[in-house]
């Protein structure tokens, strides 16, 4: 049974730092791309940054790229984001996501909420 499970939100003050984790479990994360999605109260939920199945290959958001950081680690199954130079628009709920299985069926966890304020 495929699992996402995400940690590390919480407030933070404006020009912090974060880092949020996604556990994931019933398949491998090395096996396929996974991405952070976020969403912010009356928005629509959007792509924040992606990292390939081999993991050589990121995209972000043109919103947070250069402040974010997505990566893995295979060993503890999980992948992160280290976000930095935080702002007031990045309040929202972020969500792991993840795109399993020859159906490419997607997964999501039940998000983590980030508040940057002062």
């Known amino acids: 049974q495929v699992k996402l499970v995400e940690s590390g939100g919480g407030l933070v003050q404006p020009g912090g730092s974060l880092t949020l984790s996604c556990a994931a479990s019933?398949?491998?994360?090395?096996?396929?791309?996974l991405s952070w999605y976020r969403q912010a109260p009356g928005k629509e939920r959007e792509l924040v940054a992606g990292i390939s199945s081999a993991g050589s290959s990121t995209n972000y958001a043109g919103s947070v790229r250069g402040r974010f950081t997505i990566s893995r680690d295979n060993d503890l199954n999980s992948v992160y984001l280290r976000m930095n130079s935080l702002k007031a628009e990045d309040t929202a709920v972020y969500y792991c996501?993840?795109?399993?299985?020859?159906?490419?069926?997607?997964?999501w966890g039940q998000g983590t909420q980030v508040t940057v304020s002062s």
């Open positions: 996501k993840a795109r399993v299985g020859w159906r490419s069926v997607d997964y």
């Open positions: 019933g398949f491998s994360v090395s096996d396929y791309g």
